[in-house]
C-alpha cells in the first residue's frame, strides 16, 4: 500500500521546471507559412491601380509584415503595363514576405483584366492571418513541442506488492528524482510550454491523452467531474477521469496518490484555468490502475503558457497491475498510440514495463495535440 506522510497539496505547484524535468521546451518555432497575427494593410490587397490608366501601380497590401511569419508566395500584378511595380521593395515584396504576397492572402496575383487591377490580392487575412494561405495558425506555430510530451515513470523497485517505488518522472532524456523534506520523500514533475499566437487572444485546443495512470480524488470542494460522482470503471475507464478546478488555484483533497494535472497561465502568468486527467470518486482511491485513451478541447491564451504537473506525496505508485493485487505481470496493459503523431521513439516508451519486466512496469503519460484554432 502507499505509505509515508502526507504532504498538504496546493494547485499552486512547488516548481520544478523543465530545468530540473529536461531541457526547456523553448520557445515553438515559428512556421514559414505564418503563424498568424495581423490583418494586412488595406485588407483585400491594396488600392486597385485606376482601370485602364496603367499608371498608378497597385500598393501590393502596402508591404505588410506578415505577422508571425510572413507570406510566402505570391507575383507582380499580371495583365496591363502596370509601370512601376507594386510599393514595399523590388518587384513587389512586402516586408517578411518571399514573393510579394501579404501575409494572410491566398494568392497575391491579379488577374489581368483592365490595367491590372488585382482580383482580391491578399485575401481576407483577420486575426492570425485569418484564412488565408499565408497565416493560417498551426500546431507547431501555437503550442510548439507541448505536442508530443512524454513522461515515464517506471518502478525504481522490484517488490511482491502491487506498488513500488518511483524511479522518478524522466521527460525529454532527463530524470526528476524524489525530493527528500522533513523526512517525507516526495515526487513534483513539472514542465511548461510556452504559447505563441496573439498575446491574451484564446485558442481552442484539442488533446489527446494516452498513459497508465493511477486514480486520485481530487475531492468534492470546487472539483467538477465530467462523471459527476460517478467512479470511473477500471476496465472500461468510463465515465472518463476528467476534471476541472472551479475557480482554479485553489486547493484540492490532500493524499499520497499521483496527480495528473494541466494548468493554463494568462501572459501576466496567472492560472486561468485547472484539469485532471485522473479523478476519481472513491474516498480511499485504490490500488488499480487506468488505461487513459481520450479526447478533450480545452482553450489556451497566446502569450502565456500551459503548465504539465504530476505530483505523489509519497513517491510511490500502483503498479501497471489492472485489477490491482498482484501478481501483476499477466495484468500489465498496454495502450494502443498508433494514432499519435508524432510518434514517440521506441526507446522512450517501452510498454508495458517500461524497461522493467511486466511485473514490474510503471506509469506514464502522452500528450498528442489533434488540432487548434482561434477561438
Known sequence: MKRALLLSLVATPLLVFAACAGEDPGTPSVGGSGGGGNTPSSGSGGVAPISGSGGIAPQGGVAPSGGMGGGTAGTTPVGGSSGAPPV???AGMPVGGTAGTPAGGTAGTPAGGTAGTPAGGGGAGGVTGGTGGGGAVTIESLVGKLDGHLVVMPCGETPSTD?????????NGKTTQCTVMGGTSFLDHVVEYPIMGES?????????FYGIMEPKN???????????????????????????????GLAYRPSNYNTYEIHVLNPAGAVQATYFINSDTTPNEGHYTFAINYEKTIPVIGGG??????FDANC??????????SPCATKARSVNISAAMPQPPANTLMQPGLG????????????????VAPM
Not at 503558457?305 to 504530476?310: A, D, N, Y
Open 163 to 171: 506498488d513500488c517505488k518511483s524511479a522518478g518522472a524522466t521527460y
Open 200 to 208: 491574451g487572444k484564446s485558442y481552442a485546443v484539442t488533446m489527446h
Open 356 to 371: 522493467q519486466s511486466s511485473e514490474h512496469a510503471g506509469q506514464w503519460f502522452l500528450l498528442d495535440v489533434k488540432a
Open 88 to 90: 514595399g521593395g523590388a
Open 305 to 310: 503558457k500551459v503548465r504539465l504537473r504530476i
Open 218 to 248: 481530487y475531492g468534492t470542494a470546487n472539483i467538477v467531474r465530467q462523471g459527476g460522482t460517478q467512479n470511473t470503471n477500471i476496465m472500461t475507464v468510463m465515465p472518463l477521469p476528467w476534471a476541472q478546478q472551479m475557480p482554479p
Open 316 to 325: 510511490r505508485q500502483i503498479k501497471n497491475c489492472t485489477g490491482g493485487t
